[in-house]
């Protein structure tokens, strides 16, 4: 793994660039598939697999558990040897770090277990602070015994195998749709029917479309999909396949987010496009294309051209962790943005919506927040001031967003404090983010 100094500035480019990048393989579809691969029968072969911080945590996990992968880390391709919805060992003390997908994950496919298993699930303070009741209480409804070890709602928790029996469930609003996806893939395993209905907004909507479609890939019988929302699933199996994993959008995102912001500069993403199982691939055309940025989406390949942005006001609630690079994009768009609906923010790695404010207002711009959105307005004189310095609370997703303001040609640069934190989905982030710099050299 790559190891970054505990400072990095980055300096503007000399002017615009014309680039073609492919990201590394989605962190979400690369946790999913490992677990479903893992409960299939048969052996999968999950080809462009991502080696980050989170996924590590997931194939560890796993082997933990008992579960037979063999890791080709050179080609990106990992072979799970499924166990068709067993869990091959009764106890194991799992150390998550402070991956949700894994800790929400691996507690609903825990419950799998033997009668007489029990599962430890822990990981870092902050995932101690991150709430969990949101899925054990609809997973004890299921039929579930899991034990909170410390605070009631935040992990650590145990868990005792037995099953789970499914049930007809009216949930109301989903603090993250990592719950809803939990209760999903263990669902063919349940004993009777699982009916989930919503009652109250599910933030984070695509990825739960992004789950379903990849549990049809594995052969899932879902009786019911309706965007009520409400999902039936009956009980089956999973089979196993080859898959290969996409591009993460989300960490397409700040690439194409700073051909947006830089007039005729240019960036290609190849591997991602309307046939994608991605929700963040809407970045591109609802939000870039919304504020100026010129874009054209085909079946697997996204490219953007950069324009003089404008401010915009839109809910993020389908694809929050965007919210990040819109903010960043705001600083330097014409008039204000306001983001809506994003009050998830708060439980993620960090209080994002927090640092966000902290950080966006030592550029210059003016932030304020009002319940779950935020209204960001630019620097009074449309520039950022030299010298910042930016914070990134051990939170991936704030160190590669805030990069994209310091290759504005003519602007100061700024620096990023902890930039090794981008190994939790994107070790080799700073270094992608050099090909841009070299491509503009190229073309002088």
Known sequence: MLAYPKQILIEPLDGPFNVLIQPPGSKSLTNRALLLAALAEG???????????????????????????????????????????RIPRNSAELHLSNSGTSVRFLTA??????????????????MRRRPINGLIDPLRQMGATIEYLAEPGYPPIRIHGGGLDGSALSLGPMLSSQFVSAML???PFCRHLLDLRFDGSINSLPYIIMTLDLMERFGAPIAQRTMGPRFQLTPGKYQALALAVEPDASNASYFLASAALIPKATCRV????????????????????????????????IEVTGSQLDGIDRSLNDIPDMALTLGTLAVLAHGPTTIRDVGNLRVKET??????????????????????????????????????????????????????????????????????????????????????????????
Do not use: W
């Not at 309307?274 to 054209?296: E, H, K, N, Y």
């Open 43 to 85: 052996a999968s072969t999950l080809t462009n697999v991502l080696f980050a911080e989170d996924t590590r945590v997931m194939m560890r996990a796993l082997q933990q558990l008992g579960f037979n992968l063999e890791i080709d880390e050179a080609n990106m391709a990992v072979a799970v040897h499924g166990r068709a919805g």
């Open 109 to 126: 496919a825990c419950c799998l277990g033997d009668p007489a298993s029990q599962y430890v699930i822990d990981g870092i303070p902050r």
């Open 185 to 187: 893939m263990v669902a």
């Open 270 to 301: 190849k591997g991602l496009g309307t046939g994608s199982l991605q929700g963040d691939t809407a970045f591109a055309a609802s939000i870039l294309g919304s504020m100026g940025a010129m874009v054209r989406v085909g079946t697997e390949e």
């Open 351 to 444: 209080d994002r919506i927090s640092a966000l404010k902290i950080e966006l207002e030592k550029l210059g711009a003016e932030v304020s927040v009002d319940e779950n959105d935020l209204h960001i307005g630019p620097p009074p004189d449309g520039r950022i001031p030299p010298g910042v310095s930016i914070n990134t609370y051990d939170d991936h997703r704030i160190a590669m967003s805030f990069s994209i303001l310091g290759l504005i040609p003519g602007g100061p640069g700024l620096t990023i404090n902890d930039p090794s934190c981008v190994a939790k989905t994107y070790p080799r982030f700073f270094d992608d983010l050099q090909l841009l710099r070299a491509s503009t050299q190229a073309s002088t």
